[in-house]
């Protein structure tokens, strides 16, 4: 089975750059059980950029990692979603323009005020999605994978396991998302972005 730069990551030794002393041994650390190297803590200060190391977006996936294509009975790649990544400041900025207003529960004045504002910001990205269907007429969703450094949420057409389906053609999907870029105001074209599911 050919190996993917996807697949998951089992051997913390491929991803953690260790100090290691003159004979090639990790350097034992009461804090982190080996010394790390300087790059190493620096880029733990950064956890989400850490966590996303390797899994940047791309505009083409290998054949590998769609479901469907390869014929073996256990076969599940990871998820990778394929759409417009978008800031909360797209998403708000594109709510304030086309006055959409997220649902507020009630439920929601019982919570602490940070996980009120993550309801409400989660809300809000539905209520973007929801918009952009009933404007163009095309289903799609709004994911909140971890994405990239810069992008916290998607506006996604569909995703590695069900595109077979819900692809449209190349020119119906090239102006389709001329629209959505033109709506969000956002740079780029589309991408396959990493979902953890």
């Known amino acids: 089975m050919p190996k993917s730069e996807w697949g998951s990551r089992t051997d913390h030794t491929d991803w953690v750059e260790m100090e290691l002393d003159a004979d090639g041994n990790r350097i034992p650390d009461p804090e982190t059980i080996f010394r790390l190297t300087s790059r190493q803590y ?10 996303l190391k390797g899994r940047e977006p791309t505009e083409e996936l290998d054949d590998f990692l769609f479901a469907h294509r390869v014929q073996l009975p256990h076969h599940k790649p990871p998820k990778f979603h394929f759409g417009l990544g ?5 998403v708000l900025a594109y709510a304030a323009r086309h006055d959409i207003t997220p ?4 439920s929601y004045s019982q919570l602490t005020p940070q996980k009120r504002h993550e309801y409400v910001l989660l809300d809000a990205k539905n209520a973007v999605a929801e918009h952009l269907i009933a404007k163009t007429g095309v289903y799609m969703y709004a994911d909140v994978p ?10 996604a057409l569909y995703h590695n396991y069900d595109w077979y389906f819900r692809e449209t053609s190349d020119a119906d999907e090239a102006a389709l998302f001329a629209t ?14 990493y979902g953890y599911d």
């Open 42 to 51: 620096e880029e733990l200060k950064d956890p989400r950029t850490y966590c």
């Open 86 to 90: 978008l800031s909360m400041e797209d």
């Open 103 to 106: 649902t507020i529960e009630e």
């Open 146 to 155: 971890p994405l990239d450094a810069t992008h916290d949420c998607m506006i």
């Open 180 to 193: 959505l870029q033109a709506e969000l105001r956002v740079p780029g074209p589309a991408k396959w972005y």
